[in-house]
Nanobody
Framework: QVQLVESGGGLVQPGGSLRLSCARS????????MGWYRQAPGKQRELVAC???????DYADSVKGRFTISRDNLKNTVYLQMNSLKPEDTAVYYC?????????????WGQGTQVTVSS
């Protein structure tokens, strides 16, 4: 079982920056992909960015050029650097980890961290 704990959310003005962190524990098997999702009120949860175990990344079109996902394998932590934040980035951000161990797929979520972009 993978445990994920997010941190780094908060209130920021438009144009500002935040860095989210997701600390992983509970398994010796590294997830083959980790990602950040977000869910705004009244909307479905959507993928923001993801990073594979080999370091390949992918981003939602709405955040390309503004957000950067990275991982520190020694610290078992994934980061989401968010720059040039916009009010439409306001949402609860969730960390996700997907594992595949002995043919069994795992899909773990953190508790979420609130990001509010407002003046």
């Amino acid at each position: 079982q993978v445990q994920l704990v997010e941190s780094g959310g908060g209130l920021v003005q438009p144009g500002g920056s935040l860095r989210l962190s997701c600390a992983r524990s509970g398994t010796i098997f590294a997830p083959y992909v980790m990602g950040w999702y977000r869910q705004a009120p009244g909307k479905q949860r959507e993928l923001v960015a993801c990073i594979t175990s080999s370091g390949s990344t992918d981003y939602a079109d709405s955040v390309k050029g503004r957000f950067t996902i990275s991982r520190d394998n020694l610290k078992n932590t994934v980061y989401l650097q968010m720059n040039s934040l916009k009010p439409e980035d306001t949402a609860v951000y969730y960390c996700n980890a997907k594992t595949l161990v002995a043919g069994v797929a795992g899909d773990s979520w953190g508790q979420g961290t609130q990001v509010t972009v407002s003046s």
